[in-house]
């Protein structure tokens, strides 16, 4: 029986099995107790038989809507588990259910509507290669000195209008990259990614870019306007009005609020892509979030540096990815000194 994903594309349950068997491969311990949490277009997926290795529990919640939307968790289930696993139509990563696993201390795996594109990202020539990428990217950010982690100023252009500039704390650089060092993960490799602070200017999506689902692929110019690190004006067609009434439903000022700055490093493209998790892992884009950061602050961000963020730390509801794969980016650590990390659908830094 075919499972409905969130972008109502039918979705094979072997395909589900597949991923689930090799995330588990990966992330598992033997002494881990999972909590997983399912949305109802997954509820059919068998996990009870396939993780009797494990003791977890597994609580069904109705249909996810919007990205980031919270939903009701039993809190004493947190108790002794180790792992939480969302599997949903739509992510919930960003939901305030979801980071009080984080808190309580549980690895998250959250896998947002498993559609065909995914094993092509998930092998373990990715794995390596992303923690590379990852790893050398920071130290060139941070003038070649190892095991530094740090903040600056970023420049975003583009031939289409794009010129913004934002900044990120330093200390505060997680990696998604195929290990349990980090606070969790979609599952599909490759994300290096940090809260922006002090955004000006304008972003502009185009045909072939990429929105979190239910939107995915845009077909349209989108250009939003970005001043004190809110998003003011959002201009387009359709798709903008998407964009538009998602944030909207959040009722939360915060919502327009951007969340995450994120360099994507993954280089195993599929032939097709169906959506956003994949698009958002994919070597040669960017992506900024509108919306939650609190699930992207670190227990290494010290408290002179979580004071530079415009609204703290904060739960808005709702967490979309606005995914671009033909900027510039430019890193400055310092003032008059610029080293470019990104250019035109190549990394730079490999």
């Known amino acids: 029986m075919p499972l409905k994903g969130g972008n109502e594309m039918n979705v094979s349950i072997e395909l589900v099995k597949e991923v689930l068997v090799y995330l588990a491969e990966i992330y598992l311990k033997e002494d881990d107790q999972i909590l997983f949490v399912i949305d109802q277009p997954f509820a059919d997926i068998p996990v009870e038989p396939m993780f009797v290795a494990w003791p977890h529990d597994v609580v069904v919640i109705p249909k996810v809507e919007r990205p980031g939307q919270d939903y009701e968790l039993d809190e004493s289930l947190l108790k002794d588990k180790t792992v939480g696993w969302l599997i949903s139509s739509v992510s919930i ?38 923690a590379y990428r990852a790893h050398h990217l920071l130290s060139f950010m941070s003038g070649g000195k190892e095991d530094v982690n740090p903040g600056g100023k970023i420049k975003v252009s583009d031939d289409y209008g794009t010129m913004l500039t934002l900044s990120v704390p330093a200390n505060n650089w997680d990696t998604e ?42 077909t ?10 809110l998003v003011v004006d959002i201009q387009g067609g359709e798709q903008a009005e998407q964009l538009r009434q998602v944030l909207k439903k959040a009722d939360n000022l915060l919502a327009y609020s951007l969340g995450e700055f994120s360099i994507q490093l993954n280089p195993f493209k599929p032939d097709k892509l169906y959506t956003s998790v994949i698009a958002e892992k994919l070597e040669g884009g960017m992506h900024l979030a509108i919306g939650s950061n609190h699930m992207l602050i670190k227990d290494t961000c010290p408290p002179e540096e979580r004071a530079k963020l ?26 008059n000194s610029s080293l470019v990390l990104l250019n035109k659908g190549r990394l730079i830094v490999r």
């Open 220 to 229: 349209e110019e989108i250009r939003l306007t970005i001043k004190g690190n």
């Open 177 to 218: 990259i195929g290990d349990r060092e980090g606070m969790g993960t979609n599952g599909p490799f490759g994300e290096l990614a940090n809260i922006p602070y002090d955004a000006n200017g304008v972003y502009v999506l185009c045909p072939g870019d990429w929105l979190t689902n239910p939107i995915n692929e845009v």
């Open 310 to 335: 415009n609204f703290g730390v904060y739960d808005a509801g709702v967490h979309i990815d606005c995914i671009t794969f033909g900027k510039k980016v430019e890193w400055n650590k310092k003032e």
């Open 93 to 130: 990563s960003h939901a305030q259910s979801t980071k009080k696993m984080i808190d309580a201390g549980l690895f998250l795996i959250s896998n947002p509507n498993i559609t065909p594109d995914w094993p092509a990202t998930l092998t373990r020539e990715a794995n390596i290669i992303c």
